[in-house]
Nanobody
Framework: QVQLVESGGGLVQPGGSLRLSCAAS????????MGWHRQAPGKERELVAV???????TYLDSVKGRFAISRDNAKNTVYLQMNSLKPEDTAVYYC?????????WGQGTQVTVSS
């Protein structure tokens, strides 16, 4: 069984930065795509960014140029560097990992952008 541990959320002022991390552990045979989704209050969960094992990235239009996703395959870890944060980025951010035939979700980490 694969477990995900997320870290790095918190409270930040508009224009600030945060870096999220998500480390996978357990019975890992092969990790494929790794990504981040977010869910704001009263809204549906949406894809923020995803990175393939071959380092191909895809981003939500509203975060392009501000967020950067990366991964360390040796550590089974995915990162999300978030810069120029806006109040509308406030949400619970969830890590999502494809591991073999399984889709694993992290527990979520709160990101609040407010002055």
């Amino acid at each position: 069984q694969v477990q995900l541990v997320e870290s790095g959320g918190g409270l930040v002022q508009p224009g600030g930065s945060l870096r999220l991390s998500c480390a996978a552990s357990g019975s890992i045979f092969s990790i494929g795509a790794m990504g981040w989704h977010r869910q704001a209050p009263g809204k549906e969960r949406e894809l923020v960014a995803v990175i393939s094992r071959g380092y191909t990235n895809t981003y939500l239009d509203s975060v392009k140029g501000r967020f950067a996703i990366s991964r360390d395959n040796a550590k089974n870890t995915v990162y999300l560097q978030m810069n120029s944060l806006k109040p509308e980025d406030t949400a619970v951010y969830y890590c999502r990992v494809v591991a073999g035939s399984q889709i694993i979700w992290g527990q979520g980490t709160q990101v609040t952008v407010s002055s």
